[in-house]
C-alpha cells in the first residue's frame, strides 16, 4: 500500500447529535502537487498529484474505506461500509464526513486524535491506496508522467488518474513515503496523449 498526503488537506472536529460522539471533517484537494524528493544533489526532483475522480471505483464500490489514526487498523475511527463514514466528489476534492459513535470516542486513541487535531498538530490527511493493477486499467490511463514546464522547474510530475482507495489516515505531517514509491513504481516519462481515455468502471475485474 502507499501512502499520501498534502499540507493543504484540512480536517476538523465538531461535537455530534449522538450524546458523547464527534464528528470530523476532512477535505482531499485534487490538482495539488505533493513533493516527494527535491532530488538530492545529481537526481531530479519529484511531484505528485491525484486528478479528480481518481477515486471514484472505491467510492462507488462495495469494498469498505475506512478512516483511521496513522494508517494504523488497529486505530479505527469510522467506515464507509457502517455508514459511518460517507463522502463528497468534485472536481476540487474529495470531502469525507465521519460520525464517532460515542464508543470509539471514548476511546484512547480517538481522544488522542481529538486533541492532536485541536492543537493544530495532527491535521493531515492521507490516503492508503494502490494503482490498480494492468489487468483491471492500463497503465497509461492508472497514471502518467510527465515533465514539469521548464519555466517553473525540471521536475518529473506523477499525476494519480485511478487509485484504489483503502484508507484515510490522520496525520502529523502528509507526506509520500518515498521508499514505497520507489520500490514499486517507476518514473519513466508518459508519451504526450492527444486525448486520454478512462477505462469505465464496470470494466474494472480485481
Same mark, same amino acid.
Given at each position: 500500500?502507499?501512502?499520501?498526503?498534502?499540507?493543504?488537506?484540512?480536517?476538523?472536529?465538531?461535537?455530534?447529535?449522538?450524546?458523547?460522539?464527534?464528528?470530523?471533517?476532512?477535505?482531499?484537494?485534487?490538482?495539488?502537487?505533493?513533493?516527494?524528493?527535491?532530488?538530492?544533489?545529481?537526481?531530479?526532483?519529484?511531484?505528485? !498529484?491525484?486528478?479528480?475522480?481518481?477515486?471514484?471505483?472505491?467510492? /462507488?464500490?462495495?469494498?469498505?474505506?475506512?478512516?483511521?489514526?496513522?494508517?494504523?487498523?488497529?486505530?479505527?475511527?469510522? *467506515?464507509?461500509?457502517?455508514?459511518?463514514?460517507?463522502?463528497?466528489?468534485?472536481?476540487?476534492?474529495?470531502?469525507?464526513?465521519?460520525?464517532?459513535?460515542?464508543?470509539?470516542?471514548?476511546?484512547?486513541?480517538?481522544?488522542?486524535?481529538?486533541?492532536?487535531?485541536?492543537?493544530?498538530?495532527?491535521?493531515?490527511? *492521507?490516503?492508503?491506496?494502490?494503482?490498480?493493477?494492468?489487468?483491471?486499467?492500463?497503465?497509461?490511463?492508472? /497514471?502518467?508522467?510527465?515533465?514539469?514546464?521548464?519555466?517553473?522547474?525540471?521536475?518529473?510530475?506523477?499525476?494519480?488518474? !485511478?487509485?484504489?482507495?483503502?484508507?484515510? *489516515?490522520?496525520?502529523?505531517?502528509?507526506?509520500?513515503?518515498?521508499?514505497?514509491?520507489?520500490? !514499486?513504481?517507476?518514473?519513466?516519462?508518459?508519451?504526450?496523449?492527444?486525448?486520454?481515455?478512462?477505462?469505465?468502471?464496470?470494466?474494472?475485474?480485481?
Amino acid at each position: 500500500m502507499l501512502f499520501g498526503g498534502f499540507d493543504n488537506s484540512t480536517l476538523e472536529v465538531r461535537a455530534s447529535s449522538r450524546k458523547g460522539g464527534r464528528r470530523i471533517r476532512g477535505r482531499f484537494p485534487y490538482n495539488r502537487k505533493a513533493v516527494l524528493s527535491d532530488g538530492g544533489k545529481t537526481g531530479r526532483p519529484k511531484k505528485e !498529484q491525484f486528478a479528480p475522480g481518481a477515486f471514484t471505483y472505491s467510492l /462507488e464500490s462495495p469494498a469498505d474505506i475506512h478512516l483511521l489514526v496513522g494508517h494504523s487498523f488497529d486505530k479505527p475511527l469510522a *467506515s464507509k461500509n457502517n455508514g459511518t463514514l460517507t463522502f463528497t466528489d468534485t472536481p476540487e476534492a474529495l470531502t469525507l464526513d465521519a460520525e464517532i459513535v460515542p464508543e470509539v470516542a471514548d476511546t484512547s486513541y480517538a481522544r488522542d486524535a481529538f486533541a492532536l487535531i485541536g492543537s493544530g498538530l495532527a491535521i493531515g490527511l *492521507s490516503p492508503g491506496f494502490r494503482i490498480p493493477p494492468p489487468a483491471a486499467v492500463p497503465p497509461d490511463h492508472a /497514471e502518467i508522467v510527465e515533465e514539469e514546464n521548464p519555466r517553473l522547474g525540471r521536475a518529473l510530475i506523477r499525476t494519480i488518474l !485511478q487509485a484504489i482507495l483503502f484508507e484515510l *489516515s490522520i496525520v502529523t505531517r502528509p507526506a509520500y513515503d518515498e521508499a514505497n514509491v520507489e520500490e !514499486q513504481r517507476s518514473w519513466n516519462v508518459s508519451p504526450i496523449l492527444g486525448t486520454r481515455r478512462i477505462v469505465p468502471l464496470n470494466r474494472w475485474r480485481l
